[in-house]
Structures are given as structure tokens and as C-alpha cells.
């Protein structure tokens, strides 16, 4: 599908909670045309996405370069370990069939996705977009209030992702309105963008969802970061990744 939309290629569904399955959204082929068998590119791209696996930094972030070709892969921060190298396995498989000769591509799962491209990974930050959204709608006695936690939520989100670090930006809360239901909201951003790349990352992913502000849920994922809040809880709270490594600290000579 080639629609362009202000310079994005947006892919859209919505879902319904009874029947939604993850599966392989996208994927996003590119507009940067093919490669040719048996050029060096064709043999960069395959390192880079057999090698990529091996590349997790511990904190579900994989990245591989080789040549021209870059690839990153990010699994969502609640996900454990054996699930997020399964998802990412997968993924490399799933856009490799279904972007066979394509130069770059963009794929998602429920709990993973890949890309890779030629360019510099914030060079295609902005062409593709998928969403999705909550079939079931607020009721209009609700919007006022449901629009106000929403928004109260991204914004208590954003920042925390971005100011994760340079191994993990990701961040999940829940709030609850006096007198009204929980909402649950995560956002996450590729580890290697800095504190601003991820913070406006996440703001264009945010004024991207703001129409569907009558659905009791939505999901936008780009190629460096991802939101999503729904009116049920849909993360695991009780996982927690290894501790961050901290830095070491700097040696003194005395005379």
C-alpha cells in the first residue's frame, strides 16, 4: 500500500479484545527500491540479520551493521528474556519472506519489531507509521474524562521513557481518575536515540493518536519508539529487567 500522508506511510486496523492474536503488522517494505542478487549489499543484509540475534545488549535492544546495512530489533521492556529472543528470531524470519529484494523494511509484533535499512535508522524514523486501535468506543458521558486521564498519562510517560539511558527507555504506569476506571499507558524508544531524538519520537507518536481519542485503546509503533494505552491492564508488571550497569567511576593518581 503506497499512501503517503505527510511524509508518512501510515498503516492502519483496528481490533477487537476478544479476538485479538499477535501477529506480524506490516510489514513496511520501503520506498528506497531493491537490491540485485549478489551485490555487496545483498551480503550485508544477510550478516547483519544472521548476526543480529546474537546482539542483545541485555535489556532486549539488538543492533547489527555491516557495510551499508544496519538492523536493530527492540522488544517491549516487559517482555523476559526467552520471549523477546523468540519474538526477534521470528521477526528476522517473517521480513525476510516477506521482504525478499527490499532495501529497507519496518515490522512489528505485539511485542517486538525489526527494521533495517541502508540509511541511518533516524533517517526512516519518520516515514512509516502503524496504529491500531480499540474497536469499542467511549461513551459520550465518559470522553471528557477518559480524554483527560489519557493525556495525563502520555504525559507522565514521555519523559520517563526518554530519560531512560543509553541501555533502556521505557516506561509503564497506570492511572485512575477520581470516580473512573484505571488506564494503563506504556511508551519505549529504540536505547540508541538520545533523551531529545526519543522525546520527539514520542511526541509525533502522541499527536498521531490524538484522533483516535474516542477509542478505549490505541497503539502506534515507528521505527524508534511505540505507545499504547488501554482501559485494561495489557503489560507485565511484575517483570523486571537486570540492573542497569552503572558507569565506573574515575580513577585519581596521588603524588
Not at 486496523?13 to 549478489?38: I, K, M, R
Not at 524514523?125 to 486521564?149: E, H, T
Request: hydrophobic share 35%; net charge negative; charged share 15%.
Amino acid at each position: 500500500m503506497d499512501l503517503l500522508i505527510y511524509s508518512f506511510l501510515i498503516l492502519i486496523c483496528n481490533f477487537d479484545l476478544a479476538t485479538t492474536q499477535e501477529e506480524f503488522s506490516g510489514p513496511f517494505c520501503g520506498l528506497s527500491g531493491n537490491y540485485t542478487q549478489n551485490t555487496d549489499y545483498r551480503h550485508n543484509l544477510d550478516d547483519v540479520l544472521y548476526t543480529l540475534i546474537n546482539t542483545n545488549n541485555g535489556f532486549g535492544f539488538y543492533n547489527s551493521t555491516s557495510g551499508q546495512a544496519n538492523a536493530a530489533a527492540l522488544c517491549r521492556g516487559d517482555i523476559q528474556p526467552e520471549n523477546c529472543r523468540r519474538c526477534v528470531d521470528d521477526a528476522t524470519r517473517r521480513i525476510r519472506q516477506q521482504c525478499p529484494v527490499q532495501i529497507e523494511a519496518v515490522g512489528w509484533y505485539e511485542t517486538c519489531f525489526i527494521r533495517y535499512s541502508n540509511r541511518s535508522m533516524g533517517s526512516i524514523n519518520d516515514l512509516v507509521v502503524f496504529y491500531a486501535w480499540n474497536a469499542r468506543n467511549v461513551s459520550d458521558s465518559s470522553i471528557v474524562q477518559w480524554n483527560k486521564g489519557v493525556a495525563d498519562l502520555l504525559s507522565a510517560l514521555l519523559p520517563e521513557a526518554a530519560g531512560g539511558g543509553q541501555f533502556r527507555k521505557y516506561s509503564s504506569l497506570n492511572i485512575t481518575p477520581p470516580g473512573f476506571w484505571t488506564i494503563y499507558g506504556m511508551m519505549q524508544c529504540t536505547p540508541e536515540l538520545s533523551e531529545m531524538e526519543c522525546s520527539d519520537c514520542l511526541y509525533g507518536a502522541v499527536s498521531l493518536v490524538q484522533p483516535l481519542n474516542r477509542s478505549l485503546g490505541a497503539k502506534l509503533f515507528r521505527p524508534s519508539c511505540f505507545l499504547q494505552y488501554e482501559n485494561y491492564s495489557f503489560y507485565d508488571s511484575m517483570w523486571f529487567p537486570p540492573p542497569i550497569p552503572s558507569s565506573p567511576s574515575p580513577t585519581s593518581s596521588g603524588k
